[in-house]
């Protein structure tokens, strides 16, 4: 079966490369924001999904690694994909689109909240700044219904 590539399999491939990033995340309101760094190697496989593995130092110590997969539905017309972490037991699973100005691919996904006694709605968010600088973010909704960015980390490319 062959499957030609659209034009938002080749917006994916923007993300090809090897990144550094430096990130900060607040885990809850009274907490202070927790800073760390790492590195991301982001691979096609075929032309159709890409595949980063990232590795870097987590807040309190320690390794952490993760994986997510990203590409396009054509049939349903929404990006899907991935995301693990050694540091959970959460798989998350990814539906989104881009924005009008294709810089901004916002992926939905649900898991556990915060304090790990409902699950929530998440959004993951790339955000494309230039062809070396990206940025990833997440926001949580809360139970009133609003959004509360809890993370964000710019990405950039190792030349």
Request: aromatic content about 8%; charged content about 30%.
């Amino acid at each position: 079966m062959e499957v030609k590539p659209e034009r938002e399999h080749e917006w994916l491939q923007k993300l090809v490369g090897t990144w550094t990033h430096e990130t900060e995340c607040v885990m809850g309101p009274d907490q202070p924001p927790m800073k760390w760094g790492g590195r991301e190697t982001t691979r096609s496989l075929g032309d159709i999904w890409v595949i980063g593995e990232g590795e870097g130092e987590m807040p309190g110590g320690g390794i952490g690694r993760t994986i997510i997969t990203l590409g396009f539905d054509p049939t349903r017309k929404r990006f899907v994909g991935s995301f693990v972490g050694s540091m959970m037991t959460h798989l998350w699973l990814y539906e989104g689109s881009l924005d009008a100005s294709e810089k901004i691919l916002t992926l939905e996904s649900e898991g556990p909240d915060m304090t790990q006694t409902r699950m929530a709605k998440y959004h993951d968010i790339v955000e494309i700044v230039s062809e070396d600088h990206r940025i990833f973010s997440s926001e949580i909704q809360l139970e009133d219904g609003s959004w509360n960015r809890f993370m964000k980390g710019h990405y950039h490319r190792v030349k």
